[in-house]
Structures are given as structure tokens and as C-alpha cells.
């Protein structure tokens, strides 16, 4: 008898087994593919991988302006993708030793789950007292001509294939414009693709602020990123891209649209878990509507984040092992990695006025900080922050420029301490740091 079965080897999975390995329980972890996850092996640390290059590349290129001349800089992809192979077989290595140093139990293959209390893997049927699902996501296929029934063809790919591309594409379209699209777009114009984004919506980034949207558009026109907003694909003709008013030749396309919870083929039906909009339900503690099954990381739709994913996964153990912990979604931050980067971390202007939140905002150019105008020759970044005008508190804060994405931890636990203004104007800030211009920016509130 196991005390926690976890199914899923992901962040949320790997950091829940570590933890309830870490307080002595009896762990099994079972994992069909690869520890790690999507982030680790096809998302999160591939990507961030790839885009350094590119940054690097940028920087070679655009030395001038700092006083450096580098003639004949050139990124060699196979080399890129050949180190980012090289880093994620090294993470993985790293998880694998964190579960036996926690004495954690991994078996690789199909669950399924028979009841609430036991999985079936391997043709072994394994008992546990406490059930946690960290099954992930998967990438959402439109309903567009010739892709329906998930079918993708060899020129058409996911987060998965885009990182293992050996050549650059002369043309990749995106459909999408999202996280994931805006960041392979980013890798693959630095890398020398003509890149065209076609996302349905009339912004960019998602939820992220509109103000922060306009800029990163205008960043990413500049260095020749195509653009056609408010535009949705209905088909893919051949090698052609039909969308809304025109069409487009593409080398290779990207599906970046999203992700939806991985919640069939391992079970599910099989207990009495509730599910909601695709997704399983959960409460603050990460339990669903079975007492003793959990639901970490994507499965249970709230946040597709691996950070999210780490955070859930220690709440649900706490619980388990009867700690006072919750889950505060209000404080959990995002990040674009692009160049430049954007973060941001709780409200944003339009879910603070579908609240009815009195509040004001702060909005500092980058330039604030001497440090970000001494590193960046095009500063066009910005600061918000949002604060709740009846209690002083710190309720979103909005970044683009370099940094933000180390930047943004500082808003995090303003947000997550719900500390007010002046408990922020008492906090000494390093000099000269971009960081500084959060400070600055509640000095002016």
C-alpha cells in the first residue's frame, strides 16, 4: 500500500512525489513517457533554451550600438538545437536523481486508473490511499480543413516538432499569438525566417495588459514579424495558409492555440472526480470531488503553468499530510521570454473593472532606472502598477523590458503578502537595478 500514487511525471507530478517523498510517505510515480514533463522535454526549458541563443545572436548583431563591432556573427541552428538537447537531457538526469535521493518508486507506463484507491500499470494493479493527477495538457487542434481529427502533417506542427526542426524555414506562419507562438516567432525571425502571426484575436499575448500588448506588437514589427489580427484560419490548401481576406505560402506552420487539459485515457470515468469545462474541478487545497484524489499542474485547467504546477503540487501534499496550506491564484506571475521580455503578475486593468475595484495606475517609462538606460539602446520599455485605492494594496503589476521576468518575483510576494504602499516605499532597492522602477513607480501613487 502506497500512501500517495501520483500519476504524471511532470512539474507538478516529479514536485509533488518529491515533497511527499521528503516527509517520508510511501510514493509511487508513474510516468508513460519521460520525467519532466512537457516543460522539461518539449516546452518550457527547450524554448528558453533557443530564444538565449537568439538573444545572443541579436546582441552579436546589434553591437554598434554599444560601441562593439562583431563582423561575420551567425547562429548555426543544428548547434542550437544541438545544446538544447544537451540541457534537457541534463535536466532530466537531475529530476530522475531527485526521485531516488527522496525515495520515490517511478514505473514507466500506461495508468489506468480502476477505482479510487487503485492503479492499474503494467499489468500490476498497484493500491494507494491517496490519488494525485498530474496528467498535463495537450495542444488544441483547430477544426480546420485537412487538419480535423488531430491529424498533422509533416509541415504542420506543435510545440513538440518546432523545437527539433533542423533547418530554419524561409516562410513559418504561426497560428497564434499566444506565449508559445510569440516566442517561436521571436527564435525563428532571429534565426532568419520570414515570419507571419495570424492570431483570432485583435491583440496580442493573451491576457496579458493591453498597453504592454501594443508595445510588444510594435517590437516585434520592427525587426519584420507579420502581423494579421482579428484573423482566423479556415483552411490549409497544399502549402497555402487560407485565412480570413487572403491566403499565405508557408515552408512550415505552427499550431500554437492553446492547450486543454489531458483528462481521457488514463481512467478518470472510472472514479467519481467532477469535471468542469474540460477540466478537473479542484478546490484551494487542490482536492477534487473525491476525498482522498488531488489534481495538480494543467489537468485541472487553472493555470497551464509549470510554476503553478510546483506550487499546487505542495499544497495538495501539505494537505495530505494534514498542513495548513492554500493555493492564492490572485499571485501567480507570467512570463513571455521574448526580447524584450514582458511579465506580469495579478490584476490587469480590465478584470480589476469587471470586479469593481476602485483602482489607480502607475505607469513609468523603463528609463526610471539608469541601469536599463545604460543596457538598452532602443528604451522603449514600461512599468504598471495597479493598487486598490481604498485599502493601498498591490493588485497588478505590468512589465516589459529587460528583466521583468527576474523583475517580477519582488511583485509576487508584494501580491501574495498583500502588502500596501508604504510597506513597500520602506524596502531598500540595490542601486542601480531595473527592479527599481516598481519602487519608483508606488513613490508616485
Not at 507506463?109 to 487503485?118: D, H, S, Y
Request: net charge negative; charged share 25%.
Amino acid at each position: 500500500m502506497h500512501d500517495i500514487i501520483i500519476i504524471g511525471g511532470g512539474p507538478g507530478g516529479y514536485m509533488a512525489a518529491e515533497r511527499a517523498g521528503h516527509a517520508g510517505l510511501n510514493v509511487l510515480l508513474i510516468e508513460k513517457q519521460t520525467l519532466g514533463g512537457v516543460c522539461l522535454n518539449e516546452g518550457c526549458i527547450p524554448s528558453k533554451t533557443l530564444l538565449h541563443s537568439a538573444k545572443i545572436y541579436d546582441s552579436a548583431l546589434g553591437g554598434e550600438a554599444y560601441g562593439i563591432t562583431i563582423d561575420g556573427a551567425t547562429l548555426d541552428h543544428k548547434k542550437v538545437i544541438h545544446r538544447k538537447n544537451k540541457v534537457v537531457e541534463t535536466l532530466v538526469r537531475g529530476v530522475t536523481a531527485l526521485m531516488k535521493a527522496n525515495k520515490v518508486t517511478v514505473i514507466y507506463g500506461e495508468a489506468q486508473i480502476v477505482c479510487n484507491t487503485k492503479v492499474k500499470v503494467n499489468d500490476e494493479i498497484y493500491d494507494g490511499k491517496h490519488l494525485v493527477i498530474a496528467t498535463g495538457s495537450t495542444p488544441i487542434i483547430p477544426p480546420i480543413e485537412i487538419i480535423k481529427d488531430g491529424l498533422i502533417r509533416d509541415f504542420v506542427l506543435t510545440n513538440r516538432e518546432i523545437l527539433d526542426l533542423e533547418e530554419i524555414p524561409d516562410n513559418l506562419v504561426v497560428i497564434g499569438g499566444g506565449v508559445v507562438g510569440l516566442e517561436m516567432a521571436s527564435y525563428y525571425n532571429s534565426a532568419g525566417s520570414k515570419v507571419t502571426v495570424i492570431e483570432k484575436m485583435d491583440k496580442i499575448g493573451g491576457a496579458i495588459d493591453n498597453d504592454i500588448a501594443t508595445i510588444l506588437l510594435k517590437s516585434y514589427e520592427k525587426k519584420g514579424i507579420d502581423f494579421k489580427l482579428g484573423t482566423r484560419v479556415s483552411a490549409i490548401n497544399g502549402n497555402v495558409v487560407v485565412f480570413d481576406g487572403g491566403e499565405i505560402e508557408a515552408d512550415k506552420v505552427l499550431l500554437s492555440m492553446g492547450r486543454k487539459p489531458r483528462i481521457d485515457g488514463f481512467g478518470l470515468e472510472n472514479t467519481d472526480v467532477f469535471i468542469e469545462n474540460g477540466a478537473i474541478k479542484t478546490d484551494k487545497h487542490g482536492k477534487t470531488s473525491v476525498s482522498n484524489i488531488y489534481a495538480v499542474g494543467d489537468v485541472n485547467g487553472r493555470y497551464m503553468l509549470a510554476h503553478a504546477a510546483y506550487r499546487e503540487a505542495e499544497v495538495a501534499v501539505n494537505h495530505i499530510l494534514g498542513k495548513h496550506d492554500a493555493m492564492r491564484y490572485d499571485a501567480v506571475p507570467s512570463v513571455i521570454y521574448t526580447s524584450p521580455e514582458v511579465a506580469f503578475v495579478g490584476e490587469t486593468e480590465e478584470t480589476a473593472k469587471e470586479k469593481g475595484i476602485d483602482y489607480a495606475v502607475v505607469k513609468l517609462p523603463m528609463v526610471y532606472s539608469g541601469r536599463y538606460l545604460a543596457e538598452n539602446a532602443s528604451p522603449d520599455g514600461i512599468s504598471k502598477v495597479l493598487i486598490d485605492k481604498n485599502h493601498r494594496k498591490i493588485i497588478g503589476v505590468h512589465l516589459i523590458g529587460s528583466y521583468s521576468s527576474e523583475i517580477i518575483l519582488s511583485a509576487c510576494i508584494m501580491i501574495e503578502k498583500q502588502m500596501q504602499v508604504d510597506d513597500v516605499k520602506d524596502i531598500i532597492f540595490p542601486h542601480p537595478t531595473v527592479g527599481e522602477v516598481i519602487r519608483e513607480s508606488i513613490f508616485r501613487f
